[in-house]
Nanobody, 122 residues
Framework: VQLVESGGGLVQAGGSLRLSCAAS????????IGWFRQAPGKEREVVTA????????YYPDSVKGRFTISRDNAKNTVYLQMNSLKPEDTAVYYC????????????????WGQGTQVTVSS
């Protein structure tokens, strides 16, 4: 099983980045997928999640209206479009696969990627 994130980097505040998460080794369209982030000295937090079909998504208030998650099951890939980035969005971003088709706050992902760094300069 592999989840490989890409697309991170350095961007100025107000800019955009698009992260990708390529999955392999499991039946991708059986799993909800989430993006998480962890900043230095802070706990890992969920950024967004998407159901197996893409019909259901979740965004916390901190990113609502700025971030968009999508998936292409034919390519086994999930995307995170991040717009209007802020310095407080700086973190390592991880994608993760849940053991179920829908995201719920009480569930913990089964598979994790290695993360990609996003740095937003002011």
């Amino acid at each position: 099983v592999q989840l490989v994130e890409s697309g991170g980097g350095l961007v100025q505040a107000g800019g955009s980045l698009r992260l990708s998460c390529a999955a392999s080794g499991f039946r991708f369209d059986d799993y909800a997928i989430g993006w998480f982030r962890q900043a230095p000295g802070k706990e890992r937090e969920v950024v967004t999640a998407i159901s197996w079909s893409g019909s259901s998504t979740y965004y916390p208030d901190s990113v609502k209206g700025r971030f968009t998650i999508s998936r292409d099951n034919a390519k086994n890939t999930v995307y995170l479009q991040m717009n209007s980035l802020k310095p407080e969005d700086t973190a390592v971003y991880y994608c993760a696969a849940y053991s179920g088709k829908y995201y719920t706050a009480r569930d913990y992902p089964r598979y994790w990627g290695q993360g990609t760094q996003v740095t937003v300069s002011s």
